[in-house]
């Protein structure tokens, strides 16, 4: 069964750190792009960013770069989000999903939503 799975999130204060990760299952996930998105409360669902099959990123959201970062660690199948410096703007439910090559900018997405992951930055 095709399946990715994000986890790690949870409460975290402002200026603190969360690494989400984003299990892979019946396939390999270097074989795609994966891209990070999120929704805030109230709002639609957006692009972060997105790694490539070779480990590039692209960033779609002018307001996390410098303090999120992906990576890829092939024997356990699994993307990375590191986010740093995290603001309660970043609050919302973070997703991950396979999508066509980056640096594109569409929101199309290979396969369903997964359940995500809340993170909550508040004091």
């Known amino acids: 069964q095709v399946q990715l799975v994000e986890s790690g999130g949870g409460l975290v204060q402002p200026g603190g750190s969360l690494r989400l990760s984003c299990a892979a299952s019946g396939f390999t996930l270097d074989d795609y792009a994966i891209g990070w998105f999120r929704q805030a409360p109230g709002k639609e669902r957006e692009k972060v960013l997105c790694?490539?099959?070779?480990?590039?990123?692209?960033f779609y959201a002018d307001s996390v770069k410098g303090r999120f970062t992906v990576s890829r660690d092939k024997a356990k199948n699994t993307v990375y989000l590191q986010m740093n410096s995290l603001k309660p703007e970043d609050t919302a439910v973070y997703y991950c999903?396979?999508?066509?090559?980056?640096?594109?900018?569409?929101?199309?997405?290979?396969?369903?939503w997964g359940q995500g992951t809340q993170v909550i930055v508040s004091s």
């Open positions: 790694i490539s099959s070779s480990g590039g990123s692209t």
């Open positions: 999903a396979r999508r066509p090559p980056c640096p594109s900018p569409s929101t199309v997405i290979f396969g369903s």
